[in-house]
């Protein structure tokens, strides 16, 4: 009777969910995702020309006169395009003579089709007001169509209206597309064909983000775009200026938008394609969502618990994998409703299957109470039951392990590998392995914490591991303290809390893991580091004293490269070399500054080949939380690749601005060279250690592919970011973010 229960509840909400279409939202934000599975290729003959940021600047603040469109279409009639969508609405009137002069532009392409657009609610009671261009566009194009996008609940552009109005009776006026179709092929769309009326709206598939041909409405007008770009292409003309109010959402997966103008490019691939995704039958769905739901609760009869949750997440695995499947054939399965039967199913059984399973266990953890030594292993001999009620019937073997995992958790912890000891609240030692007692002869058990200390830790580091327990809360950054034993060995103390089922902190077990071999190996790496930072340093420094200030020749200047060079890989080396073993230590950094103290130092090595830096600051006195040291010796590196791969004479551009990333503000500093640039095979490694590539450098020092390495470290440590790429004209250029210093960040806020 249960189980009855549970399944005409769960069917009766398949059905009431699959009914009202409850998930729609969910659903569509399952199809988002999968739609990106497969995604249709963009159709090659589209071209979309975009009214974007760099058309605005160039032109002027839109709506711009009617006189640059004529002039545009009078580019594109030269070019004998296949059909022209202008996805522009032409519903006002404006300058008479901009009007003629674009009215004939269009007397003179053969398929020009201008926008409609609907007005919701209409005038006078009407559903709607139809909202033509104006006569002298309206009699000269070749067709109208309307442009109106569909909207889903959820604010998302997944469906298109092939027409709206009456199509039985004549009276509908289709797509701007559709009428593109039409003067191209000769004939309507198959899906328009389908259409029974004007009210069903056609899901669509996208293309991928910005997979269609585009260029820019600035260049094809000043005509720096060949005219056999356009021949034989179906041009799309839309606006995709973030400013110009024509994004959307759309089902890419992204969460981003798209412009009306790409949108509609993707309608005609759609079109041409006639692969318009069609939701399955009302029925079908039903059928399909309560398919896994009875597969579930037929198999509650003879799974085992384990059994049943494999195959409850095997089942919303399938219904999410029939789903992308379905869609792959150009037929849509919302998986909301099947999927929230099965979750819902089963815990509501398993409900049900608890409930008698704690009565039990309650019944026999009362009888574990009473026992005082034993518990008598009581077998009664019961009648049918089920898998959950046969395995309770083990519980009462299980507790008379108890004791035994309390002597062999006893056990495993005085033979651990480290000395243990654990200490109640007040401070008295109430456990203590083998290792942390070795030498004490009266033993550790019951001594009081400093006295266990006293026995076990050097003085010297007495005070700080009594300084670290004494702490309230536990660091974050570095949770031990370090200390030498009284026999010379290296230890790191952690300390955690013992806390009952209860939640109440009941004492502190301490654990010291002998890290002797592993602090002597920092102690040699020190020494090294220190090796390259003096005794190798040294004598570099000591030939550039000897060199300043002799005349210079050839042999001398080279002499002074090499040691300069020498001076750099080591500066470089020991930089990476600690930045991997020490914590950031940040303070707040003009950075500008910074950079024109870098810039300076590197006056020399410039004037030496007449390469001058310019420095263009306009961050506004930006700080940055940062080590000043690496930073320096990081745009110092930079700066001395950019004049070591420029040309003699050349100039060497600095810029500082203040910019946006992903909503956070960011100082950024971009620095640019004049010479050949980044070979294609180094720009995928180029912050890799000892990658380098000298073939295109001026200077005849080459380098050791250590310096952009150090750089990327550096940026990183300080939470920015860098990149290189070569400039579009010719060059090099790295860009380094930096995060805005956060109290500065808060007053701008």
């Not at 690496?630 to 060497?652: C, E, H, Q, T, W």
Request: hydrophobic share 45%.
């Amino acid at each position: 009777m249960e189980w009855m229960a549970v399944a005409l509840l769960a069917s009766m909400l398949v059905g009431t969910l699959a009914y009202w279409d409850s998930l729609s939202r969910f659903d569509n934000l399952i199809y988002d995702q999968l739609s990106g599975i497969g995604r249709p290729a963009p159709q090659a003959d589209i071209l979309i020309i975009e009214i974007d940021e760099d058309s605005l600047a160039a032109f002027g603040k839109w709506p711009w006169p009617r006189q640059r469109h004529a002039e545009l279409f009078a580019q594109l009639a030269k070019g004998k395009p296949k059909a022209i969508g202008f996805d522009v609405l032409l519903s006002e009137s404006g300058d008479p003579d901009g009007e003629a002069a674009l009215a004939g532009a269009m007397a003179d392409i053969s398929n020009l089709f201008l926008p409609l657009h609907f007005v919701f609610p209409g005038s006078n009671g009407a559903e709607y007001d139809v909202k033509l261009p104006v006569s002298p566009f309206a009699e000269t194009a070749s067709g109208l169509g309307h442009v109106n996008l569909v909207f889903d609940t959820d604010g998302v552009v997944r469906r298109a209206a092939l027409c709206f109005g009456d199509k039985g009776k004549g009276d509908a006026w289709p797509h701007l597309m559709e009428k593109v179709y039409h003067s191209v092929a000769g004939r309507s769309s198959p899906a328009y064909d389908r259409l029974a009326d004007c009210d069903e709206r056609l899901l669509m598939p996208f293309a991928q983000r910005g997979g269609f041909q585009s260029i820019s409405y600035a260049a094809l007008a000043r005509g720096e775009v060949p005219l056999a770009f356009v021949q034989d292409k179906i041009i799309l003309i839309g606006a995709t200026a973030n400013g110009l109010g024509d994004q959307y959402p759309v089902p890419l997966g992204d969460g981003g938008t798209l412009a009306g103008v790409e949108i509609m490019a993707n309608l005609y691939g759609a079109l041409t394609r006639d692969d318009f995704v069609h939701p399955i039958s009302f029925f079908r769905h039903l059928a399909l969502s309560l398919l896994p739901v009875w597969i579930l609760l037929l198999g509650f009869w003879r799974w085992r618990p384990r059994t049943t949750i494999i195959v409850s997440f095997a089942l919303l695995l399938t219904i999410l994998l029939a789903s992308a499947v379905l869609l792959q054939f150009g037929f849509w399965f919302a998986p909301g409703t099947a999927l929230l039967g099965v979750i819902l199913v089963y815990p509501v059984w398993g409900w049900r299957r608890l409930q008698a399973t704690s009565d039990f266990m309650d019944s026999e953890l009362q009888n574990f109470h009473r026992a005082k030594i034993e518990i008598p292993i009581m077998r009664p001999e019961l009648g049918p039951v089920d898998v959950i009620t046969g395995q309770a019937e083990q519980l009462t073997h299980a507790i008379s392990h108890v004791r035994d995992l309390r002597r062999f958790i006893s056990d495993a912890l005085t033979n651990l590998p480290d000395p243990m000891f654990i200490t109640d609240r007040e401070g008295k030692v109430t456990f203590v392995n083998q290792l942390a007692q070795t030498g004490m002869e009266d033993g550790a058990q019951d001594l009081a914490l400093d006295d266990m200390l006293n026995r076990f830790v050097s003085p010297k580091d007495l005070q700080d591991v009594k300084a670290y327990l004494a702490l309230k809360n536990r660091p974050t950054n570095q949770d031990y303290v370090e200390f030498t034993s009284l026999d010379g060995h290296i230890f790191a103390m952690r300390r955690a809390p013992v806390v009952s089922d209860e939640g109440l902190q009941k004492g502190y077990i301490h654990y010291l893991a002998d890290i002797t071999q592993v602090a002597h190996a920092a102690e040699q790496r020190e020494e090294v580091l220190q090796l390259l930072s003096h005794d190798m340093r040294a004598p570099q420094a000591a030939i550039l004293a000897l060199l300043d200030g002799h005349e210079g020749d050839e042999t001398s200047g080279r002499i002074e490269g090499h040691a300069r060079r020498t001076l750099a890989l080591a500066d470089n080396f020991v930089g990476l070399a600690r930045i991997d073993a020490s914590e950031f230590a940040g303070e707040d950094i003009l950075l500008a500054e910074l950079v024109a103290e870098a810039t300076d130092s590197l006056w020399p090595l410039g004037k030496a080949r007449n390469i001058r830096c310019e420095v263009d600051d306009q961050s506004e006195g930006a700080f940055v939380s940062g080590e000043p040291s690496s930073l320096y010796r990081s745009f110092v590196n930079l700066i001395d690749n950019a004049i070591k791969y420029s040309p003699d004479g050349g100039v060497v551009t600095i810029r500082i601005r203040v910019t946006g990333l992903d909503g956070q503000p960011f100082v950024s500093v971009a620095i640019a060279d004049q010479g050949k640039g980044i070979s294609p095979e180094m720009l995928d490694q180029l912050f890799e250690r000892f990658a380098s590539d000298d073939s295109m450098a001026q200077s005849s020092i080459k380098g050791a592919g250590l310096g952009l390495n150090f750089v990327a470290k550096v940026m990183e440590r300080h939470g920015g970011h860098i990149r290189g790429e070569n400039s579009r004209d010719s060059g090099a250029c790295f860009t380094v973010l930096l995060p805005l210093a956060p109290e500065l960040e808060d007053q701008a806020g």
